[in-house]
T-cell receptor, first 113, second 115 residues
Framework: DAGITQSPRYKITETGRQVTLMCHQT?????MFWYRQDLGHGLRLIYY???????DKGEVPDGYVVSRSKTENFPLTLESATRSQTSVYFC????????????FGSGTRLTVV | GENVEQHPSTLSVQEGDSAVIKCTYS??????FPWYKQELGKRPQLIID?????GEKKDQRIAVTLNKTAKHFSLHITETQPEDSAVYFC??????????????FGGGTRVLVKP
């Protein structure tokens, strides 16, 4: 679905650097989410947002920061990247009404060296 | 918080046979149970979901069943085809504004359909 896009698709960064992953959706969905996907752990929730300026922690928030100044954007920032944050990151959105299913972005594969 | 367990972690079936994936959840207040399919290198995509007021739902070759008392739900794929090969994730959530519509995912099942 072209309505939710993530950038970049691939990123290599060094330990200690700050990196921001971008997520943009065109549907005006209220809810947005960040998950990380690691082998053996499935998809784990990092942060989520119910609306602009409303964010909350998920299962694994340490080392990450989010903001949501506009409904359509939900960037995820790694303040000081660590090797343990090497992962595939998925952004998702949901209307929060009717069907509660998520639509995922294409993902960002982040490697911290 | 919610905890979702998924079994098996890998499943190999012969083309044409059925595949069954089972999940259990811990939060009795969970009321929405979607299933996602993820092909290699792609994003997870919703294939079917069920709400707690329904015991079974079908969509062509896939079906999901829910047992609220036992807190488990299952995905059934009949007449499997090679294109069914993927990783499947179950998930659970409490559909409410207060709960934030958060999905908790199981660990995934890698399904391989052998021709």
């Amino acid at each position: 679905d072209a309505g939710i896009t993530q950038s970049p698709r691939y990123k290599i960064t060094e330990t200690g650097r700050q990196v921001t992953l971008m997520c943009h959706q065109t549907w005006s969905h209220s809810y947005m989410f960040w998950y990380r996907q690691d082998l053996g752990h499935g998809l784990r929730l990092i942060y989520y947002s119910a609306a602009a300026d409303i964010t909350d922690k998920g299962e694994v928030p340490d080392g990450y920061v989010v903001s949501r100044s506009k409904t359509e954007n939900f960037p995820l920032t790694l303040e000081s990247a660590t090797r343990s944050q090497t992962s595939v990151y998925f952004c998702a959105s949901s209307t929060g009404q009717g069907s509660y299913g998520y639509t995922f972005g294409s993902g960002t594969r982040l490697t911290v060296v | 918080g919610e905890n979702v367990e998924q079994h098996p972690s890998t499943l190999s079936v012969q083309e044409g046979d059925s595949a069954v994936i089972k999940c259990t959840y811990s939060d009795s207040a969970s009321n929405y149970f979607p299933w996602y399919k993820q092909e290699l290198g792609k994003r997870p995509q919703l294939i079917i979901d069920i709400r707690s007021n329904v015991g079974e739902k079908k969509d062509q070759r896939i079906a999901v069943t829910l047992n609220k008392t036992a807190k488990h739900f299952s995905l059934h794929i009949t007449e499997t085809q090679p294109e069914d090969s993927a990783v499947y994730f179950c998930a659970a959530s409490r559909r409410s504004q207060a709960a934030g519509n958060k999905l908790t995912f199981g660990g995934g099942t890698r399904v391989l359909v052998k021709p």
